[in-house]
Structure formats: structure tokens, C-alpha cells
């Protein structure tokens, strides 16, 4: 008994430094009062609190100064706010191609990034690691932050990934990404790393700062070159046992649909089958060196034909995928997300006019605003998770 009184001041001192921090990261500038009214605390409480903090780099004070000159009796009242410079996060998005590194602030602010290719797809695990460290490094330089102020590293890839953040290797593609990246990093800058399916991770984001902001039951559709989805039911990502919750291999025996292929993959393929054949009407200013996904969506904006055709194509063939997700998963709303975003809204109305064909749980479907940095935003919003529910195990190095 004597243990528990004694350790419960220091436990109470604790979880009332976790409540300030938390309001603190949701506000600009505050007084105590205003620390008091959030909290809880009482004023010397509150004052003793926000003096630990701001001793420890979390949070700053603020200089008094009298506005616009006026007279003020007493004195004035102390102001507090977040340090978000007290450290920094890495969103890695690290595809088959290259790998994107975001420097973000402790508000989420992106800062800077960096993106640098990989040779080729079957390099090493140790190649793949150096252009990944290469590139965190040139993002953390270009912003004038240093590796030892980083607080927590995300990073998203093209293969399952389980709650405990291991990589499902049962197919060769997801294995190239099984390259001990935690212990890499953790090895080489001390980095706390935290590995996450690309698709959970453009749910994170897009819920954080897309189009599914504050919706709970919510399916994000990577659906560039390959469709992949993440999960969010009630609030919650949803993994599986082995991180393959939402993986949409299924689609392969769909039918209209038949396999993986996202939509700038298709709208490519489908123009250069047309720009090669006899019959084609237009796309002829793209028949030389063949039409991309941003080309055809264009050129159907103009009217022509051929261009038309292949968004009915892909308005079907979508409406099929988003259908099957929605009767398995019976979201309020499916986004569609990824570099092919941008240019995706004019299936939107197409899309919802079939989705009745498909299914008898039509969600909302709407596009990305993130467009290809949906995933780094997602992964910025896993690292600050970390720092947040951690901070006040956290060392602070870089205080500004």
C-alpha cells in the first residue's frame, strides 16, 4: 500500500503532462487558465506542468507584450504553445521504383522531401536499404534537421504487413520488401521504424487530410498501375492476422474485372490497343509515342471518342471493384486515391450511376485530394501516433 501512495503523485504529475501535451497539439498559444478549463488541473498544477514541459522542449513560452499599446492592469496572463520544431518525423513510402522520404514537423507540417530510384527491382536488401537511408538523409538536409532529431520513422510498402509490423512473404513481389528495414535503420541512425501496408497507410491519410476526413467506416483504393485498399471499420485499421485485410486478389474472379490492373495502367493499355488498331476515330496526336492515363482523361475531356470509350471502360470496370469491396466491407464511403487521383474525378459520376448494378450497399465514392503523396502523409500520420502516445518517454535533441 505504501508502494502505490508513494508512486501515484509522480503517476498523477504523469497523466496530467499526457493531457496538457494533447491540448497543446491542438491549439496555437494558450494561457493556463485555458490549460485549466481543458484539463482539468488546478492553476498550480497546471503552471507546474507546462514549466516540466517546457523544461523538457515539448512546449515554449511565449514573451508578454502589451497589444496595440493599451494599458493592461496586472500582470499578463503566460502564454504556452507546442514546440512542433522540438523534433521531427520520417513518411517513407518506399514502392518497387523508388523511395519517397517526408521530413514533417510535430504538428504534421511537411517540411521537405527527397525521392531517389532503385536500380532495379531485384537489387539486395542492402542496395534497396542504402538508396532508402540515402534518401532520408537528403530530405533531413534539405530542411536543416539532423538524423539524431528524428523521433519516429513510417514507412509504407507494396506488401502486407501485420499489427506487429511484420512483412507477409508468401508471394516473391511482397518479399522484396522484406529488408529488415527497422533494424536497418535502428543500426545505422537509431531510429525508431514503423512498418505499414502502402494501402493502410493512404487510409491514415486520406482520413487525416483527405477526402475521408472524419468518416469511421471508410475503403481507400490505391488505384494507379495495381489496385490495393486499406481498411477502416469503426475508427479502426483493420489487418487480418497477417496484415492481408484488405488485399484484393479476389478481383481476379470478379466478373468484368478479372484481375489487379489500376486505372493509369489500363487507360495506357487500352490506348495504345486502339492507337494501334485499324478502326480507331482519334488519340492520333499520341499515336507516335502512345497516350498516358492523364493524356486519355484529357483527351476525353476534349470530346474525342476513342478516349471516351476507354473512361466508359474504366467507369464499368471500376464501379465491378468498388461494388464487391462495398458488399464485403459496407463502407460509407470508398476513395479513390494515388497519382491517377487528379485525374479521376469525371468517372465519379459514371462509377455511382452502376454501383446499384453491383451491389445492394452503394457507398459514397469520392477521389483523393493527396494525390501521390497520399501515402508519406499517412506514414507522417503513423510516426506522429507514436511520438504522441510516447512523448513523454521521448528524449528531445533538437530544440528550437
Known sequence: MSEMSAATPQLLRRVSAGAVLDF????????????????GLTRATAIAVCEDLMQRGWIRELENQREFGGYQKGRPARRFELNERAGYVL??????????????????????????????????????????DRTAMMALQGVGATPDSVLAVCAGIAAPVDRNGE???TQHFWGL?????????????????????????????DRWKGAAAGVDDVVVILASERLGSGVIDGGRLLHGRGGGAGELAFLEMVEGVGD??????????W?????????RTSLREYAAQGAEAEQVFAAAAAGDAVALKILDRLADRMARV????ATIINPELVVIGGAVANSAGVLLEPIAQRLKEFTATPPRVAVSPLGDSIVTVGAVRCALDYVEANSLDLELTAQA
Open 24 to 39: 497543446m497539439r491542438t491549439s496555437d498559444a494558450v494561457t493556463v487558465t485555458e490549460v485549466m478549463e481543458a484539463t
Open 91 to 132: 513518411g517513407m513510402d518506399v514502392g518497387i521504383s523508388k523511395a519517397t522520404v517526408v521530413v514533417a514537423d510535430l504538428r504534421g507540417k511537411s517540411l521537405g522531401r527527397a525521392s531517389q530510384p532503385f536500380a532495379d527491382a531485384e537489387i539486395t536488401a542492402e542496395e534497396r536499404i542504402s538508396v532508402i
Open 167 to 169: 512483412v507477409l512473404v
Open 177 to 205: 520488401f522484406d529488408v529488415d528495414l527497422k533494424s536497418a535503420l535502428r543500426d545505422r541512425r537509431g531510429w525508431t521504424v514503423l512498418l505499414e501496408n502502402d494501402a493502410n497507410l493512404a487510409a491514415l491519410g
Open 260 to 269: 489487379m490492373f489500376g486505372i493509369a495502367f489500363l487507360a495506357r493499355g
Open 271 to 279: 490506348a495504345a490497343e486502339a492507337l494501334a488498331g485499324k478502326a
Open 322 to 325: 468498388i461494388g464487391a469491396v
